[in-house]
């Protein structure tokens, strides 16, 4: 069956960085976009960073522009999300999911991993 394994959370300080993993198997994985999303308590989850199947295009959200980087090696059915510059709102459970654009956004697909957790303390 589809397997999607976020790891790479953990607790880090206000301006920290921490960099995000997620493999996949029981899937084609060149065959899919890729997207990070991520849930804080008490809010909807959101889309956070895509990446299309080959790596040539990337999306962000406008909260974490210019400090994410989304990357993908389809040769060992993997993503990544280097997070920098991370602050307080950072925190939430993040989550690696396939993808599809919808007009100017993004819908994640059938596949989900479990989340790994992210806080940010000041």
């Known amino acids: 069956q589809v397997q999607l394994t976020e790891t790479g959370g953990g607790l880090v300080q206000t301006g920290g960085s921490l960099r995000l993993d997620c493999v996949a198997s029981g899937l084609t994985f060149r065959w899919y976009a890729m997207g990070w999303f991520r849930q804080a308590p008490g809010k909807e989850r959101e889309f956070v960073a895509g990446v299309t199947w080959n790596g040539d295009s990337t999306y962000y959200a406008d909260s974490v522009k210019g400090r994410f980087t989304i990357s993908r090696d389809n040769a060992k059915n993997r993503v990544y999300l280097q997070m920098n510059s991370l602050k307080s709102e950072d925190t939430a459970v993040y989550y690696c999911?396939?993808?599809?654009?919808?007009?100017?956004?993004?819908?994640?697909?059938?596949?989900w991993g479990q989340g790994t957790q992210v806080t940010v303390s000041s």
């Open positions: 999911a396939t993808v599809s654009k919808s007009g100017s956004t993004w819908v994640p697909g059938d596949y």
